[in-house]
C-alpha cells in the first residue's frame, strides 16, 4: 500500500532553514509527480510545491524564490527546501501523491518558525 513519511520539521527561527524529506514506498515512484501542502493553525491545506515525474517544478506565490522542491527517485524521497522563513510558514507540511484517483498523504511534519 501506498506510504508516505515525512520528517525534518521542527523549530527555526525567523530567516532560518529547514528541510523536509519524504520517504515514499508502495507504488512506483519514479513515474508520479509529488507535492507538498501544508496547513496552518485554524487554515485550510494549501499546495505549496509540485515536482512532476520529469523533474518540473512549480511552487505557490508565497513561497517562491525560498522554497526549492527536489527528488531522489533512487532513494524514493522527495526533499522540500526551505530558506527564510517566516513566521506565516508555521504550519504542518505534508507530503502528498496522486494515484488512481486518490490522494495519499503521509502524517506530516510541524514546522514553527519563531523566535
Known amino acids: 500500500q501506498v506510504q508516505l513519511v515525512e520528517s525534518g520539521g521542527g523549530l527555526v527561527q525567523p530567516g532560518g532553514s529547514l528541510s523536509l524529506a519524504c520517504a515514499a514506498s508502495?507504488?512506483?515512484?519514479?513515474?508520479?509527480?509529488m507535492s507538498w501542502y501544508r496547513q496552518a493553525p485554524g487554515k485550510q491545506r494549501e499546495l505549496v510545491a509540485v515536482?512532476?515525474?520529469?523533474?518540473?517544478?512549480n511552487y505557490a506565490d508565497t513561497v517562491k524564490g525560498r522554497f526549492t522542491v527536489s527528488r531522489d527517485n533512487a532513494k524514493n524521497t522527495v526533499h522540500l527546501q526551505m530558506n527564510s522563513l517566516q513566521p506565516e510558514d508555521t504550519a504542518v507540511y505534508y507530503c502528498?501523491?496522486?494515484?488512481?484517483?486518490?490522494?495519499?498523504w503521509g502524517q506530516g511534519t510541524r514546522v514553527t518558525v519563531s523566535s
Open positions: 502528498n501523491v496522486q494515484r488512481l484517483g486518490l490522494h495519499y
Open positions: 508502495g507504488f512506483p515512484f519514479s513515474s508520479y509527480g
Open positions: 515536482i512532476t515525474a520529469g523533474g518540473a517544478t
